[in-house]
């Protein structure tokens, strides 16, 4: 029986997960009102909502055989269509990637997208049309069960559907590289497969995926199951004809097809680099998908499949994976969450762009009133302004409600009193930073709130602790260092001074949890986690162009980092007086490991470092710029080679992360990363800092050991 062979040849597979939660496919026959009889598998992996259904061998093997079995009833004219639905609310979420991670070798790779291949490949061979009823969340190999199928519909409610393969390192490998594009055309396959997933893994609503093609036909959550089922009972009977406006035609695939896979790659060459392999794997899937046939697309899906599986980048993707689903809600360090001081009502101290900022991501996420205040009243009447303005804006992008615009602005408040804020259980400053500013505002209000409120500072490079020196009641002081994008950045530096408390410190996790930010406590020392780590690296940079090397030779050191922007262009990003500041703050700090630049200092004055296209977009570095650092050329200085300059930059990183971890700035290597990923952008593909600095040997370079032991790394 074919089942029997399925199971044997892919045993191995098997027998490497006895323990794994099986997605049990539940069949029952529908006859519909015209007689026709539809079987419908569901599929449930018999926990609730907070466990998706996951695509493990034993659930594709389990659906193999019922597959089989279907395809014979089909043979004896007992049905005359199958379909699939998943559980409530969830349809299907893929492999369980914490096992994928888990493969042993290359050739287990590859027996895996076969496997895929080969069960989901039935649906389009039952010998009776297929359906899948997408009535829930679906991702990747959950995605690709229903492209596998003859026919699709989707409930209008779905909240996520995706096929977010190539921000974990991998491709869409059980038919989705090849399927999609010859399903809704080159363009959309490269929005799904590539665009969205690099877009900080985008997914999709129910209706965009009805009006990309994926599906046929979209129906309401209320009757989803019944409309769907006599959807395919038209279809079935020939009532209902499906057309797909998106299907390419024969002129997409002579002009269309490899233009817009030039321009993707080029696309992608701009904002990547070359560093990362699933994006450039799965355009090349997606390429040949144009004059390819089924079986040609689906073995080349397996090879590549296979070899990123079994690659590093993979490895260190799994790795931020589980820190930021796992390790990210479980903060290390975190008190009881029982500790945490309740907060009604918030306090912004400050009215300028960052403070409202603050104040509506306040207002929108604890929906609690929000009080600003500034020097004079001009300047809170702007900042209010502002905060209303932005959330006129959410309300005309159809992101809330009017009911829910209205109650928002009546919640923010402005004024120039200090008495105001008495009754606030939270108070946050967004002043300049300047060690005496911080310190004047917070022994001002500290006139004013009750001894159990908590302060805490954005700061991004003082001592949280001097910030507070002056307070009555200096332990109820925390940091919360934010990033900028306030609303969009995932990450805030919670900073813990050896007099916080832990109910102050109870109280900011909660809060940031609130906000629905990812929260890392580190120590109380200069630049925390992300801006040390980023200074050691700006640093080294200028140092490097003023020993004389060219911008370009720094700029194709750190390209094997992946990073999202070379540090050029971070420096222009944050501003080149900031960048100046921080640098200043950690070589005050730190002089014997971290630069000063006197060059810095000047361009900053100067302005800029790139010269501008006619669209802003930056197309070189300012010859002025390279005449400044001329003249603040190091005394007897050789410049560096890209491979020197490269081994400078990875040990000067390993010694700084080892020294950090060593102090205590947080719990472990895993923090730093977090830290890294959610704080500045450091790509998947790279793990965070320490699994690279693992692999490259820089780790063993500089402290005779490694952050990770074993070394997160491919297998054979």
């Known amino acids: 029986?074919?089942?029997?062979?399925?199971?044997?040849?892919?045993?191995?597979?098997?027998?490497?997960?006895?323990?794994?939660?099986?997605?049990?496919?539940?069949?029952?026959?529908?006859?519909?009102?015209?007689?026709?009889?539809?079987?419908?598998?569901?599929?449930?992996?018999?926990?609730?909502?907070?466990?998706?259904?996951?695509?493990?061998?034993?659930?594709?093997?389990?659906?193999?055989?019922?597959?089989?079995?279907?395809?014979?009833?089909?043979?004896?004219?007992?049905?005359?269509?199958?379909?699939?639905?998943?559980?409530?609310?969830?349809?299907?979420?893929?492999?369980?990637?914490?096992?994928?991670?888990?493969?042993?070798?290359?050739?287990?790779?590859?027996?895996?997208?076969?496997?895929?291949?080969?069960?989901?490949?039935?649906?389009?061979?039952?010998?009776?049309p297929s359906f899948v009823f997408y009535n829930g969340l679906a991702l990747g190999g959950g995605v690709e069960i229903g492209l596998n199928a003859d026919y699709r519909t989707i409930d209008s409610s779905v909240p996520a559907f995706a096929l977010p393969e190539v921000f974990l390192g991998i491709i869409p490998g059980w038919g989705g590289a090849w399927l999609l594009p010859n399903l809704i055309g080159i363009e959309n396959a490269l929005e799904v497969v590539i665009s969205n997933p690099l877009k900080n893994n985008r997914m999709l609503k129910g209706p965009e995926v009805f009006e990309l093609g994926i599906a046929d036909a979209m129906f309401g959550p209320a009757n989803f199951l019944e409309d769907s089922l006599k959807w395919a009972d038209s279809v079935l009977t020939g009532k209902t004809k499906v057309k797909r406006k998106n299907e390419p035609g024969k002129l997409e695939r002579a002009v269309k097809w490899d233009v817009a896979i030039g321009i993707a790659q080029k696309t992608l060459e701009s904002r990547i680099g070359k560093i990362a392999k699933s994006p450039y794997r799965a355009l090349e899937l997606l390429k040949a998908a144009k004059n390819t046939d089924k079986k040609t697309g689906f073995a080349a899906e397996d090879e590549a499949l296979a070899d990123l599986i079994s690659g590093d980048q993979f490895r260190a993707s799994i790795y931020a994976f589980n820190l930021v689903q796992k390790r990210a809600k479980r903060p290390a360090g975190a008190p009881d969450k029982a500790l945490a001081r309740p907060v009604g009502k918030v306090g912004v101290i400050g009215a300028g762009l960052m403070a409202s900022q603050f104040a509506l991501l306040f207002v929108r996420r604890l929906q609690v009133p929000v009080v600003i205040t500034d020097l004079d009243q001009a300047r809170v009447d702007k900042g209010v302004a502002s905060i209303k303005g932005e959330i006129d804006e959410l309300l005309a992008?159809?992101?809330?409600?009017?009911?829910?615009?209205?109650?928002?602005?009546?919640?923010?408040?402005?004024?120039?009193?200090?008495?105001?804020f008495a009754d606030c259980d939270w108070v946050i400053e967004a002043v300049f930073e300047e060690l005496g500013v911080k310190q004047t505002v917070f022994a001002d209000v500290e006139k004013y709130i009750s001894p159990d409120a908590i302060l805490a500072t954005n700061t991004s490079s003082l001592s949280v602790e001097q910030i507070g020196a002056k307070l009555k009641n200096p332990e109820r002081v925390v940091g919360f260092h934010f990033f900028n994008p306030v609303a969009v950045m995932p990450l805030i530096e919670v900073v813990k001074t050896a007099k916080t408390t832990d109910a102050a410190l109870s109280t900011a996790m909660v809060t940031a949890e609130k906000l629905r930010k990812n929260a890392v406590i580190t120590a109380d020392t200069p630049g925390f986690v992300v801006n040390r780590i980023l200074?050691?690296?700006?640093?080294?940079?200028?140092?490097?162009?003023?020993?004389?090397?060219?911008?370009?030779?720094?700029?194709?050191?750190?390209?094997?980092?992946?990073?999202?922007?070379?540090?050029?262009?971070?420096?222009?990003?944050?501003?080149?007086?900031?960048?100046?500041?921080?640098?200043?703050?950690?070589?005050?700090?730190?002089?014997?490991?971290?630069?000063?630049?006197?060059?810095?200092?000047?361009?900053?004055?100067?302005?800029?470092?790139?010269?501008?296209?006619?669209?802003?977009?930056?197309?070189?570095?300012?010859?002025?710029?390279?005449?400044?650092?001329?003249?603040?050329?190091?005394?007897?200085?050789?410049?560096?080679?890209?491979?020197?300059?490269?081994?400078?930059?990875?040990?000067?990183?390993?010694?700084?992360?080892?020294?950090?971890?060593?102090?205590?700035?947080?719990?472990?290597?895993?923090?730093?990363?977090?830290?890294?990923?959610?704080?500045?952008?450091w790509p998947f593909q790279m793990g965070g800092a320490t699994p690279y600095l693992d692999r490259v040997g820089a780790s063993e370079r500089v402290f005779g050991s490694t952050f990770h032991n074993p070394r997160i790394v491919g297998v054979a």
């Open 1 to 128: 029986m074919a089942t029997e062979t399925a199971s044997s040849k892919f045993a191995k597979l098997a027998a490497l997960d006895p323990d794994e939660v099986v997605t049990h496919s539940f069949v029952r026959d529908i006859t519909m009102g015209s007689g026709t009889r539809i079987a419908l598998i569901t599929l449930d992996n018999g926990r609730d909502h907070t466990r998706p259904n996951t695509l493990g061998p034993a659930t594709l093997l389990e659906l193999s055989g019922v597959l089989d079995e279907l395809t014979a009833r089909a043979a004896k004219k007992e049905i005359d269509g199958v379909a699939i639905i998943g559980k409530q609310f969830i349809f299907a979420a893929g492999a369980d990637l914490s096992k994928v991670g888990d493969l042993p070798d290359r050739d287990t790779g590859l027996q895996m997208a076969k496997l895929g291949h080969e069960v989901l490949g039935k649906l389009s061979d039952l010998g009776v």
């Open 397 to 420: 992008k159809g992101r809330i409600g009017s009911d829910e615009s209205n109650r928002l602005k009546a919640l923010v408040t402005g004024t120039t009193d200090k008495a105001d």
């Open 535 to 681: 200074a050691k690296l700006l640093g080294e940079a200028m140092h490097a162009v003023e020993q004389g090397a060219p911008f370009e030779t720094v700029v194709d050191a750190v390209k094997p980092f992946g990073l999202p922007m070379d540090p050029f262009a971070l420096l222009e990003l944050v501003g080149l007086k900031v960048g100046a500041h921080v640098l200043d703050t950690h070589h005050a700090a730190f002089p014997e490991r971290f630069f000063e630049s006197p060059a810095l200092h000047e361009l900053a004055e100067f302005g800029h470092l790139f010269e501008k296209d006619a669209k802003g977009r930056n197309k070189g570095i300012d010859p002025k710029v390279v005449e400044i650092v001329k003249k603040h050329r190091i005394p007897g200085s050789t410049p560096l080679t890209v491979e020197e300059l490269r081994t400078r930059v990875e040990d000067g990183l390993a010694d700084e992360i080892h020294r950090m971890l060593d102090d205590k700035v947080v719990a472990a290597a895993e923090d730093i990363d977090l830290c890294l990923i959610l704080g500045a952008g």
